[in-house]
Every structure is written in structure tokens, then in C-alpha cells.
């Protein structure tokens, strides 16, 4: 796989009514990915990205009154200076955090990534790339990323296991995507009865998951499948409910 020419860490941020929602946590994990590669903080104008991100929203037509996406990239300037980026990527169906109607089937795959679990443009090819192998070769719709018998993300988003009443989630010592949606599940869990236990998916133990879900800048989405191991999507609902309290 060919690296994009120019590296950047990102964001994927909820917009609603024309605000970006959880902006500082946003810029905290950008901040803290910023520091590990580049070994610098970039200095981030909480309001002045606020307005850029309005302006892009405006640019693109997005109503005021409904959701969207938008990605932010920080490029690396040199001594110490990052550039600033914001992309208006697509409209949301829901208002807020949502449970997707979709349930797709995915396809895990065994691969390292340069920084792994932070965000950068490397994960964003690496998920064009194993989505498009996963749909090409078994007709599924996500690839999950694993290293060994460890399930580590689907795509660029984390993963949650459940079992019963208990939330699984790799660690990020692991390898584990680390992102502002992940700290929002963990967060969520006790509101929708559950008991989060931080330690590796195994792909060994797959069959013995009720079900498997990704969380990302919309929401929840429950997995139908993965490497045929089916899923059911019960607490996942209740789990995006409490993601938007």
C-alpha cells in the first residue's frame, strides 16, 4: 500500500444545527495523537475552529437544523506548527448519536499499521482498502482490523464486544483505536446496564459474543457477521440512546 504524500492526524466530528458537538474532546485526542508522532501539541483555537467549521457547514449547504460530518486534518508544518483543515464529508438521517438501521456483515484481516491506534491518514487507507478486499472476495460490507487472534477496530472505529451484561473493549496498550467515540461507550455503558471489562476481542472467542458493534461520529453500528460468527443487536440501541445523554 502506498502512503498518501502527505501525512495528517484527523477527526471526524458530529455537527448539528450548525455547532460541532464534543469539540474540545475532539481536539484533545487530536492533540494527544499530535504529541505521540510528532512529538509536539499543536495549539488549537477552540473557537476559531468552531467558526471554521461553521463556515464549511454553511459552504456546503448543510441546514441548520440537521446533522452532518465533517473532518478535521492537522498537517504537520515543521518546528512545532500544524495546519488546519475541515472538510464537510456528508448528511446524517438522525439528530444526535443514533443506533444505524444497518447491520453489516465484515470480514477481519490481519495487518499492521504505522501508529495504529491513533488517527491518521494511514488508517483511512488501509479501511478503503480492506473494505473494498472484504466486499470484492466475501461480499461484506466492513473489514474489521485484527494482529494475531486480537480484534482490535473496525476500520478507523473501535470495537465493543458484549457478552450478557458485560462491554469488551481491547485496550489501547493493545493496539485499540483511540478516538472520543470509544471514551463516549465506555462512558454510556453503566446508563444502559452494562459492566465494561477493558481487554482483548479475541478472534478465537468470537462465537461467544452476543454481539459485536463499532462506534464512530454518528453512532452505533451493530455488526450481523464477522467471519461467520452472526450477532445479535439488542443492548447496542440502548447503548446509542445513552451515548447522546
Do not use: W
Amino acid at each position: 500500500m502506498i502512503a498518501p504524500a502527505k501525512h495528517y492526524v484527523y477527526q471526524r466530528v458530529h455537527t448539528l444545527k450548525g455547532r460541532a458537538l464534543r469539540l474540545d474532546d475532539h481536539i484533545r485526542v487530536a492533540s494527544r495523537a499530535c504529541e505521540h508522532i510528532y512529538g509536539v501539541s499543536p495549539a488549537i483555537d477552540p473557537k476559531a475552529l468552531a467558526g471554521q467549521i461553521a463556515r464549511t457547514l454553511r459552504a456546503s449547504h448543510s441546514a441548520a437544523s440537521t446533522g452532518a460530518l465533517v473532518m478535521i486534518r492537522l498537517y504537520d508544518a515543521g518546528e512545532g506548527g500544524h495546519t488546519i483543515s475541515v472538510e464537510y464529508e456528508r448528511p446524517l438521517l438522525d439528530a444526535g448519536y443514533a443506533h444505524s438501521a444497518l447491520r453489516p456483515r465484515a470480514v477481519s484481516f490481519d495487518y499492521g499499521l504505522p501508529f495504529g491506534g491513533f488517527p491518521t491518514n494511514f488508517q483511512i487507507e488501509a479501511q478503503a482498502l480492506f473494505d473494498s478486499l472484504s466486499f470484492s472476495r466475501h461480499g461484506a460490507g466492513r473489514s474489521v482490523r485484527r494482529r494475531g487472534d486480537v480484534l482490535l477496530s473496525c476500520g478507523d472505529s473501535p470495537l465493543f464486544a458484549i457478552r450478557g451484561r458485560v462491554l469488551f473493549t481491547t485496550p489501547l496498550t493493545e493496539g485499540a483505536m483511540d478516538g472520543v467515540e470509544r471514551e463516549m461507550v465506555i462512558a454510556a455503558a453503566p446508563k444502559a446496564r452494562l459492566t465494561v471489562r477493558e481487554e482483548p476481542i479475541l478472534h478465537t472467542d468470537l462465537k461467544s459474543y452476543d454481539e459485536l458493534l463499532l462506534a464512530d461520529a454518528a453512532g452505533i453500528t451493530s455488526l450481523a457477521e464477522c467471519d461467520g460468527a452472526q450477532f445479535m443487536s439488542l443492548v447496542a440501541p440502548r447503548l446509542a440512546e445513552a451515548m447522546g445523554h
